[in-house]
Structure formats: structure tokens, C-alpha cells
């Protein structure tokens, strides 16, 4: 089984940057891929963005060129660079682990970003 522990959430102004921290732990090498979502008050959670053990990504229309997703292997850790943020950026962001094994889906806690002046 894996758990999840994110980090880095908190409250920035716009234009400001934030970077979040996911540590995985426990079945680490079933993960294959890693990924952020988030959800907004009033809105289903939705994809920000996710990479592959294959060094894939992919991003959400609204995130990309601001946010970038990295990993470092070593810590077993999981990055989200955050540049740029909006207001609308404002939401509870999860830490998602996928892998090849039931139940193939592990999610953290979440921390919340919230982007106000």
C-alpha cells in the first residue's frame, strides 16, 4: 500500500508562486505515476498535473507554462512548481499515486492554496 503526505500549501497573492511537496511511502516501487489534482469550493476535482516513472507529463489547459510537475526519485517525492497564480488557482490540491495493483489509486490528504490579496 503507499501513503501520501503533502506539503507546501498555503495562502500567496497573486502573481506569486507556491511549490508543493507529496512523500510517498510503504509499496513505492508498484507507483507508476504521480499526479496533482485539485478541487475548488463548488467544483469536482479535476487533473492539474501528472508524470509517468517514464518521465511523461501532462498538464491542464489552465495550468500550462505556470505550473510544473517534477520528481525526485531519491526522496521518493513528488513536486509542483506553482508560478504565476491566479485567484482561480484557489483549492484544496491532492496528492495522487497510481498503480499497476489493486486498488491502482492512492490519494493524500490535501493541502490547500488559497490565491487572495
Known amino acids: 500500500q503507499v501513503q501520501l503526505v503533502e506539503s507546501g500549501g498555503g495562502l500567496v497573492q497573486p502573481g506569486g508562486s507556491l511549490r508543493l511537496s507529496c512523500a510517498a511511502s510503504?509499496?513505492?516501487?508498484?507507483?507508476?505515476?504521480m499526479g496533482w489534482y485539485r478541487q475548488a469550493p463548488g467544483k469536482q476535482r479535476e487533473l492539474a498535473a501528472r508524470?509517468?516513472?517514464?518521465?511523461?507529463?501532462n498538464y491542464a489547459d489552465s495550468v500550462k507554462g505556470r505550473f510544473a510537475i517534477s520528481r525526485d526519485n531519491a526522496k521518493n517525492t513528488v513536486y509542483l512548481q506553482m508560478n504565476s497564480l491566479k485567484p482561480e488557482d484557489t483549492a484544496v490540491y491532492f496528492c495522487?499515486?497510481?498503480?499497476?495493483?489493486?486498488?491502482?489509486?492512492?490519494w493524500g490528504q490535501g493541502t490547500p492554496v488559497t490565491v487572495s490579496s
Open positions: 508524470i509517468t516513472n517514464n518521465g511523461s507529463t
Open positions: 510503504g509499496s513505492i516501487f508498484s507507483i507508476y505515476a
Open positions: 495522487n499515486a497510481e498503480t499497476l495493483r489493486a486498488p491502482r489509486s492512492f
